[in-house]
């Protein structure tokens, strides 16, 4: 694994990009984490058509949760890289 800081300092080492910037932004992605496990439970049609996918659906359910307190308490980024290609 590589920070987007790291990884934008290995765009700027290769001379090959032009106005290297990066943010982060999980902040703005927080709310999206918990939305999509509700996505899930307001059209639940294919945990229904599927029995199956019950394993996978809890799951991913508690994987979200887990990575949207992540996201809250810094110990996740999700950052942004924006360049121009030479």
């Known amino acids: ?11 700027e080492r290769s001379g090959m ?3 290297i910037t990066t943010d982060d932004w999980a902040q703005q992605t927080i709310p999206s984490w918990r939305h999509s496990v509700w996505a899930g439970v307001y059209d639940p ?9 019950w394993y996978r659906t809890l799951r ?3 994987t979200l949760e887990r990575m949207h307190r992540a996201f809250s308490d810094g110990l996740l980024t999700y950052g942004m890289i924006s360049c121009t290609k030479k």
């Open 1 to 11: 694994f590589i920070s987007y800081e790291e990884y934008a300092r290995v765009c």
């Open 17 to 19: 990009a032009t106005d």
């Open 45 to 53: 049609w294919t945990v229904f058509s599927r029995p199956r996918a």
């Open 60 to 62: 991913d359910i508690v």
